[in-house]
């Protein structure tokens, strides 16, 4: 009898071991990282500094069962670039790092317009730069790239300007820009209302906070 017990004991006891089952993220959130995975990939020894992220707006989870955190993944990878660039306090010259995403000043924007870009077809040519530069190199938003391209293009006397607004790009010809009618909030507004139909499920929840912020 003493062995028949024994073994109804252990049996019970690894039943009740082998049945939890690590929480998963909402239907629709996949691929989002928990604040465990989070803090590891940004190399916190803890959970901790995560939270002071998110309380300080630069992570902005969604919430799963139990009231668990989950973060876009594109999210924790702009924040993790952010912590291991060096802030630059002046524009970058050769061999110096680049300012962090979106710590770009306006005068280091319009610097970087004055310089030239690869040509499209990677050739050894190159080409002005455009507001879709500004955004793939610096990591500014949209509006931005678009305002301060505006001014450089209305008011800066450089060659490359001059080049741009000359209505030739490369050799060929170059459609003027239009002049934007819509306010900075406007067109900000619009940009996350298209990203909300995008088929990455980050980009939407991204776009979906802000615009919940914006209110």
Same mark, same amino acid.
């Given at each position: 009898?003493?062995?028949?017990? !024994?073994?109804?004991?252990?049996?019970?006891?690894?039943?009740?071991?082998?049945?939890?089952?690590?929480?998963?993220?909402?239907?629709?959130?996949?691929? $989002?990282?928990?604040?465990?995975? %989070?803090?590891?990939?940004?190399? $916190? /020894? #803890? !959970?901790?500094?995560?939270?002071?992220?998110?309380?300080?707006?630069?992570?902005?989870?969604?919430?799963?069962?139990?009231?668990?955190?989950?973060?876009?993944? =594109?999210?924790?990878?702009?924040?993790?670039?952010?912590?291991?660039? *060096?802030?630059?306090?002046?524009?970058?010259?050769?061999?110096?790092? =680049?300012?962090?995403?979106?710590?770009? #000043? @306006?005068?280091?924007?319009?610097?970087?317009?004055?310089?030239?870009?690869? /040509?499209?077809?990677?050739?050894?040519?190159?080409?002005?730069?455009? *507001?879709?530069?500004?955004?793939?190199? %610096?990591?500014? #938003?949209?509006?931005?790239? !678009?305002?301060?391209?505006? $001014?450089?293009?209305?008011? @800066?006397?450089?060659?490359?300007?001059?080049?741009?607004?000359?209505?030739? %790009?490369?050799?060929?010809?170059?459609?003027?820009?239009?002049?934007?009618?819509?306010?900075?909030?406007?067109?900000?507004?619009?940009?996350?209302?298209?990203?909300?139909?995008?088929?990455?499920?980050?980009?939407?929840?991204?776009? $979906? !906070?802000?615009?919940?912020?914006?209110?």
């Amino acid at each position: 009898m003493d062995r028949s017990i !024994e073994v109804t004991v252990s049996t019970v006891s690894t039943s009740s071991t082998g049945t939890r089952q690590p929480i998963r993220p909402p239907s629709g959130y996949e691929g $989002f990282l928990s604040r465990r995975q %989070t803090a590891a990939a940004l190399g $916190f /020894a #803890s !959970e901790f500094n995560v939270r002071r992220l998110e309380k300080e707006g630069r992570l902005r989870p969604v919430r799963g069962v139990m009231g668990s955190a989950w973060y876009p993944r =594109a999210q924790v990878l702009a924040v993790r670039e952010e912590l291991t660039v *060096p802030r630059a306090l002046a524009m970058p010259g050769a061999g110096d790092p =680049a300012p962090a995403a979106g710590r770009w #000043s @306006d005068a280091q924007l319009i610097a970087h317009l004055r310089g030239r870009a690869r /040509a499209l077809d990677g050739g050894a040519s190159s080409r002005p730069r455009t *507001p879709v530069d500004l955004v793939a190199d %610096t990591g500014i #938003s949209i509006a931005r790239a !678009e305002r301060v391209y505006r $001014f450089w293009l209305a008011h @800066d006397a450089h060659p490359a300007a001059d080049e741009v607004r000359g209505g030739r %790009t490369a050799g060929r010809p170059r459609a003027a820009v239009p002049p934007e009618r819509r306010s900075e909030a406007r067109i900000e507004r619009d940009t996350l209302l298209q990203e909300m139909r995008s088929a990455d499920p980050g980009v939407r929840a991204a776009a $979906f !906070e802000k615009l919940r912020a914006s209110r």
